[in-house]
């Protein structure tokens, strides 16, 4: 017997439009199997939940994504959101609009799967999220209102600090004791957790107390790493001394990551403008010999600095 499609689709809560039609024979496969109504672009989330879960569908679904699961995916979700931060920072606003939908995907991805082994759906995804804005901003959507943005933030770390409360009462008395930093994810690139990490022990008056203070850290930390000498003493000092940098960072205002990333940015300028002139000069890179690379190094910074 072929499978029933309608069930399928309902459990998964997709509308009805989108369910298929009875089963009929493909040339080219003699069992019976049911044809799928073609999938027409949409504008809606419904649209893409129905083509994820025809994709996720054990009998007429693509292999590759029948085999996906929690894992095996979730580099893609990351990957997903540098690429939209790329074209934000390349200011390319049709690669934004695609990246986007494919950062979209991964959430819905995920739903499916967990639709499918009966743990939540899209729809309960979507009612979490907006239930949290919600409950975080009592001041547009409460009697609360605070005058300017300093005052509101102050309260959305309030309300995310009574939400970790509740959090670890409701893991029971069993459960180990919670910590300010459980919920900073680890998998997050490393200066960007360690600006979190430094932030979240500041909430509690755990910081430095002004900017020379960390500058003086950072300065310690330096001397920590010229003085060592193993890899793994180098190791451990160099680690110190980025996150010396990253408290640094935050102390100034500044991202540590956007502020790496824009660093990055304009290396690659710059090299790309040194290879440019070695191809002027007939030179291949590799045998123009460090003075005359450090030369139009410096031509690319002199001109940066006439533009600033």
């Known amino acids: 017997m072929p ?4 069930d399928f689709p309902r459990f998964c809560g997709i509308p009805a439009r989108y369910l298929t039609v009875p089963p009929v024979k493909f040339r080219h496969d003699s069992r019976p199997c049911s044809k799928v109504i073609p999938m027409q672009p949409s504008r809606d989330l419904d649209g893409l939940v129905a083509i994820m879960a025809a994709l996720r569908d054990p009998q007429t679904g693509c292999p590759w994504d029948i085999v996906q699961d929690f894992a095996s995916i979730r580099h893609y979700t990351i990957e997903e959101a ?19 939908g494919d950062l979209i995907l991964q959430p819905v991805y995920h739903a499916q799967m967990a639709a499918e082994a009966g743990l939540f759906d899209i729809a ?3 009612e979490t999220v907006t239930q949290k804005l919600i409950r975080r901003h009592p001041h547009v959507f409460g009697t609360n209102r605070e005058a300017d943005a300093e005052a509101a933030q102050g309260r959305w ?3 995310k600090a009574e ?3 509740k959090k670890a009462e409701n893991q029971g008395p069993d459960a180990p004791l919670p910590s300010l930093l459980d919920d900073v994810p680890a998998p997050l690139p490393a200066l960007a957790r360690a600006q979190k990490l430094t932030k979240r022990a500041a909430s509690i008056g755990f910081d430095w107390p002004d900017i020379p203070a960390v500058i003086a850290k950072v300065r310690e930390e330096f001397d920590e790493v010229q003085a060592a000498e193993t890899q793994e003493e180098k190791q451990e000092e160099v680690g110190d ?9 935050r102390k100034l205002g500044v991202d540590p990551e956007a502020a790496l ?7 690659t300028r710059r090299f790309h403008y040194v290879e440019s002139r070695c191809r002027e000069d007939s030179v291949a890179p590799a045998e123009a010999g460090l003075d005359r690379l450090d030369g139009y190094w410096n031509e690319i910074r002199a001109k940066d600095k006439k533009r600033d």
């Open 261 to 267: 990333r824009d660093a990055n940015l304009k290396f």
């Open 82 to 100: 540098y690429e939209v931060a790329d074209a934000i920072e390349r200011s390319d606003f049709v690669a934004l609009r695609e990246e986007l």
């Open 241 to 249: 001394l980025l996150f010396a940098v990253a408290n640094l960072a």
């Open 157 to 159: 770390e309030a309300i």
């Open 124 to 126: 309960d995804v979507i």
């Open 163 to 165: 939400e970790r409360r």
């Open 3 to 6: 499978r029933d499609f309608v």
